[in-house]
């Protein structure tokens, strides 16, 4: 069974990209973030003209996840840590304002039950500032997941959570640890809370195949970043020991943030379990030897 996560950065700007990307790679679980849709609008159509049910939590142009399967998708779908629905009117709009802040009035985590596994979508909170308020809710959000986690599932369940989860869990992660000190996503406060679920029993699934330092799931949209491989590894599949056990292979393909069509900032990361899927070459020997080339010292 293959899984997958990708930061789409708006469904409906990505859904050729992603139509696209479903045929290459033939994931059996895909875990969307950033959709930028509400629930009424989302494609359901073309994903079930392409094998996919898909169940989905948005609240219009901002945040939104979903949850893509050809393997089933049963219930309960859980939306929001199960605290309620969310208001459709905040979100977006009032992240804006510092003060106004809340992670708790945006559509940020669905899960459900695919392929015999518990799997939860996440997109958590940027950040932002180090000390401002948008970082504390982000801390306060993560405190949420884990509460969650510890409340209504086992480590010896097949649980898996992926998504952009906007943490590196380590300096491997960052293209330059020190000239990213500083900033979010590197912060020993965000760091600890990945740690707190590792604690709780879960395991980097990525990690397990791809040891190396250098490859990433997002690039930033400036110029040349991409191309220079200065990137953050912040797109992450978690697991259980039972699903960490099937792991057979992972990738991040970075093929699929090169586009046409216009890409996302993200690429997706993909793991299987059992057995190897469908062949597909993430671009990324002829990528690193052109830039190892081009940075060599003369």
Sequence with gaps: MRIATWNVNSLNARLEA???????AAPDILLMQETKLADG???????????YELVHHGQGRWNGVAIASRVGLDEPVVRNF???????????????????????????????????????SLYAPNGRMLGSTWYEGKLLWFERLARWLEETAH????VLLGGDLNVTPSDDDVWDAARAHGSTHVSEPE??????????????????????????????????MFHRNEGMRIDLLYGTRSV?????????DR????????????APVVIDLDEPGKPFDA???EALARISKRTKPR
Excluded: N
Aim: contains cysteine.
């Design 18 to 24: 992603v139509g696209q990307w479903l045929d290459r």
């Design 41 to 51: 609008d989302v494609p359901e159509m073309a994903f079930r003209m392409a094998g």
């Design 82 to 120: 199960g605290d309620g629905p969310i208001d459709q009117a905040v979100g977006g709009r009032d992240e804006q304002t510092e003060d106004a802040f809340d992670p708790f009035a945006e559509a940020r985590m669905i899960s459900a039950l695919a392929g015999g596994v518990r799997v939860v």
């Design 155 to 158: 480590p010896g369940q097949a």
């Design 191 to 224: 760091r600890a809370a990945l740690a707190r679920l590792c604690d709780w029993g879960l395991v980097d699934l990525y990690r397990l195949r791809q040891p190396a330092s250098d490859r990433f799931s997002w690039y930033d949209y400036r110029a040349g």
């Design 244 to 252: 960490a056990q099937r792991v057979v292979w992972a990738e991040i």
């Design 255 to 266: 093929e699929a943030r090169k586009g046409p069509p216009t890409p996302s900032d993200h």
């Design 283 to 285: 671009g990324w020997d």
